[in-house]
């Protein structure tokens, strides 16, 4: 649902006749939709850049499309570094869309450091049992 852009953001609740305010919950500085909660918003690209540090050499903003795509092509990750990156953004996608959630309907917020480290968290328990897995912190 997350790669082909059906997830109920603000823009597709609107197709569908259900009012709700169309700015991002994230940022507060943006029209809600697909391709700018995954990664266009400041704070998701900067989640994503903390978390998968090799984005941090993108000059702009990737889809989620293309980020999973820059992931399957690279030629310096291996295939178990490329399965913990697919993870990674499974994620990053769950935790942004949870938070996402959270402020618009239970007006709750974490911040930042703690979304990062929510996900940091998980992404460690997934991995417990992995072989090679220290290689991939």
């Known amino acids: 649902m997350t790669r082909i852009g059906k997830l109920k953001t603000a823009d597709n609740l609107q197709l569908r006749g259900i009012q709700v305010p169309l700015i991002c919950s994230l940022c507060s500085g943006h029209l809600e939709n697909h391709s700018h909660l995954f990664f ?33 092509n690279s030629v310096f990750l291996s295939r178990s570094e490329k399965e913990f990156c697919y993870l990674a953004i499974s994620c990053i996608s769950y935790h942004i869309w949870r938070e996402m959630n959270n402020r618009r309907f239970s007006n709750s917020r974490n911040n930042v450091a703690k979304v990062i480290c929510n996900i940091s968290s998980v992404v460690r328990l997934k991995t417990a049992k992995w072989k090679n897995k220290t290689t991939l912190f």
């Open 40 to 72: 266009d918003c400041d704070l998701t690209f900067y989640i994503l850049k903390n978390i998968l540090l090799d984005f941090t050499s993108f000059l702009l903003r990737p889809t989620l499309p293309q980020a999973l795509d820059f992931i399957e």
